[in-house]
Nanobody
Framework: QVQVVESGGGLVQAGGSLRLSCAAS????????MGWYRQAPGKQRELVAI???????NYADSVKGRFTISRDNAKNTVYLQMNSLNPEDTAVYYC???????????????WGQGTQVTVSS
């Protein structure tokens, strides 16, 4: 069983910053990638940023230059530094872990419970 736990959400004024953390634990042999997704009210969940355990990153166009994803391999943890936040960034942010449980067995859909980020204008 894999557990994914996010932390770090909250309320911030426009222009402010927040840092989200996400840790994966459990019966994990290795991690392929971890990513942050968000879902605003009435909208579909969308990719925000993703990082492979080799260090490759990919960002949504809307956050490029403002958000930075990073990882700590030893802690199976990924971070999302969010700067220059605006009200359009308000959403529940979810973390996903793409892991290898044992040789030849990959499990992609390991989601956290989500953390609320609210940006006031």
């Amino acid at each position: 069983q894999v557990q994914v736990v996010e932390s770090g959400g909250g309320l911030v004024q426009a222009g402010g910053s927040l840092r989200l953390s996400c840790a994966a634990s459990g019966s994990i042999l290795s991690i392929n990638a971890m990513g942050w997704y968000r879902q605003a009210p009435g909208k579909q969940r969308e990719l925000v940023a993703i990082i492979t355990w080799g260090g490759s990153t990919n960002y949504a166009d809307s956050v490029k230059g403002r958000f930075t994803i990073s990882r700590d391999n030893a802690k199976n943890t990924v971070y999302l530094q969010m700067n220059s936040l605006n009200p359009e960034d308000t959403a529940v942010y979810y973390c996903n872990a793409d892991v290898i449980l044992r040789i030849g067995v990959r499990q992609l859909n390991n989601w956290g419970q989500g953390t609320q980020v609210t940006v006031s204008s």
